[in-house]
């Protein structure tokens, strides 16, 4: 009796801890490596040499490009904090010869008209003939399908050198905003100014260039002159603002301003907009982030949160090259309705992934 009672005694405690132990395997197995169980986190830099990044959003899946020189690729994942893991699909490599054979920079992907469209820079190595070009694909998935060089964009009515197209719709037009030159070729003028213009479709320029944007602040001039890498970002409550790059990319005080489009404001009109004097967001020595800029956005998955992606150097000096990594943190509002970025998050802090991952 005393015998039975015993293993009685034990069969009570050991059933229980036979299914917990079988639980909390089952729990370690489903987490990810480097996940705690109680939040998850991850560290930037999320990708190395990975300059110009851009992320498009579509449903549940985010698209995510950077400039590789000689080809584009496009990485989809459904966590942005595990972009490493998203194997990149090449969907364009630069012909052998012509004016998109060289310096494929800055690629954005956009879904316009119930078709995808990549916009590029394309050079055939000499610096005077950088131009803008744009990819189209009717695929569902544009890691799928074929893609079509729809050509070059032309600015009208003179053709200028131009860099880091970036399209938004205002009401029911298609516009797009880049860098640019105020020259066609034969000029030292390295000022880089934004342009903007209205389109007749997602690979068409109907003019006039209008110069919204000139590099007119000390902090916008470091190196030379420069606005460039112009990117939409609209407020909660609908105001629309383009946060673009300042000064040489090469320089470590390279960083992000801001413009606003006043109300019903028409974008055609330079009057409309209003640059901040200041810059928004800028390196940080103790974060290693250097010459930060070129930036994009984009919502968590559950689409509470605002998150920046960005590229940075981890060391000072490092210049406008394949050290710069790619970062990605959240941002707030203030009460006007003005983004608030705050500083570059250190490199190996851990950081909360973005909401719903």
């Known amino acids: 009796m005393i015998i039975r009672s015993l293993c009685r005694a034990v069969l009570v405690w050991c059933i229980p801890l036979l299914f917990i132990n079988a639980s909390c395997k089952k729990e370690a197995k489903n987490q990810l490596p480097g996940v705690t ?33 000689n080809r584009i690729e496009i990485r989809k994942t459904g966590k942005m904090s595990r972009l490493k893991d998203a194997v990149p699909v090449t969907v364009f490599n630069a012909p052998a010869s012509g004016g998109n054979s060289r310096d494929i920079w800055a690629p954005e992907l956009f879904f316009l008209n119930g078709k995808w469209y990549i916009y590029y820079t394309g050079s055939d190595g ?79 320029l109907t003019g006039p260039t209008v110069k919204m944007a000139a590099p007119e602040n000390e902090w916008e001039k470091r190196g030379f002159p420069v606005n460039e890498g112009p990117e939409i970002l ?19 005080r390279y960083g992000l301003g801001l413009i606003s489009l006043k109300e019903a404001g028409d974008p055609m009109d330079v009057k409309s907009w209003t640059k901040m004097p200041t810059p928004v967001f800028t390196g940080l020595a103790s974060a290693n982030a250097f010459g930060v800029g070129h930036n994009g956005f984009f919502k968590s998955k559950d689409g509470k949160e605002d998150w920046i992606i960005y590229h940075a150097n981890s060391a000072a000096g490092q210049g406008c090259g394949n050290a710069r990594n790619v970062r990605i943190q959240k941002f707030s509002w203030n009460a006007d309705g003005l983004p608030v970025f705050g500083e570059p998050v250190a490199t190996g802090l851990a950081i909360t992934v973005p909401s719903g991952e």
């Not at 991850?42 to 698209?63: C, G, H, I, R």
């Open 234 to 252: 609209r407020s909660p409550s609908g105001k629309t603002f383009v946060v673009y790059s300042g000064s040489y990319c090469g320089d470590d």
């Open 126 to 204: 000499n610096d005077r003939e950088h131009r803008m070009w744009v990819l189209e694909n009717a695929s569902p998935d544009p890691t799928q399908g074929t893609w079509i060089d729809k050509g070059r964009l032309v600015t009208q009515p003179t053709d200028l050198w131009s860099i880091d197209a970036t399209i938004f719709q205002q009401d029911t037009t298609l516009y797009m905003i880049w860098s640019g030159r105020p020259f066609a070729g034969g000029n030292d003028d390295l000022t880089q100014n934004l342009y903007i213009s209205r389109m007749s479709n997602p690979y068409t």
């Open 37 to 69: 169980e109680q939040t998850a986190r991850f560290t930037n830099p999320l990708l190395e040499s990975a300059p110009d990044p851009w992320v498009f959003q579509k449903d549940s899946v985010y698209y995510y490009l950077h400039t590789l020189g």
